[in-house]
């Protein structure tokens, strides 16, 4: 049974930091390829920053370009996303999700939210001003 479990949301003051990780069981980490994906309530989940199965490339949606940091350790089966300089605008609920590197194409990474195959539960981040 695959199972992505995601951790270190929170509250946070605006301008403040957090870094979630997922943890990932199941499957074999370094041939997948990751994502975070968000969702504010009443709107549509959106995809924040991916990472290849190598880690070599990565993505970010324009509104986190600067301020977020997408990273794996194939040791520890773990993605983090690392956000800095969190704005009312960055409270949601975030997600993990993986797919495997043969459904994206030669060590990329998209965030596409349909192509996914493992999701998480979410963590919750909330960002008061």
């Given at each position: 049974?695959?199972?992505?479990?995601?951790?270190?949301?929170?509250?946070?003051?605006?301008?403040?930091?957090?870094?979630?990780?997922?943890?990932?069981?199941?499957?074999?980490?370094r041939?997948?390829?990751?994502?975070?994906f968000?969702?504010?309530?009443?709107?549509?989940?959106?995809?924040?920053s991916?990472?290849?199965?190598?880690?070599?490339?990565?993505?970010?949606?324009n509104?986190?370009?600067?301020?977020?940091?997408?990273?794996?350790?194939?040791?520890?089966?773990t993605?983090?996303?690392?956000?800095?300089?969190?704005?009312?605008?960055?409270?949601?609920?975030?997600?993990?999700?993986?797919?495997?590197?043969?459904?994206?194409?030669?060590?990329a990474?998209?965030?596409?939210?349909?192509?996914?195959?493992?999701?998480g539960?979410?963590?919750?981040?909330?960002?008061?001003?």
């Amino acid at each position: 049974e695959v199972q992505l479990v995601e951790s270190g949301g929170g509250l946070v003051q605006a301008g403040g930091s957090l870094r979630l990780s997922c943890i990932i069981d199941g499957l074999t980490f370094r041939d997948y390829a990751l994502g975070w994906f968000r969702q504010a309530p009443g709107k549509q989940r959106e995809g924040v920053s991916c990472i290849s199965y190598s880690g070599e490339r990565t993505s970010y949606q324009n509104s986190v370009k600067g301020r977020f940091t997408i990273s794996r350790d194939n040791a520890k089966k773990t993605v983090h996303l690392r956000m800095n300089s969190l704005t009312s605008e960055d409270t949601a609920m975030y997600y993990c999700a993986a797919v495997h590197r043969y459904r994206v194409g030669y060590d990329a990474c998209h965030m596409t939210e349909s192509i996914y195959q493992y999701w998480g539960q979410g963590t919750q981040v909330t960002v008061s001003s």
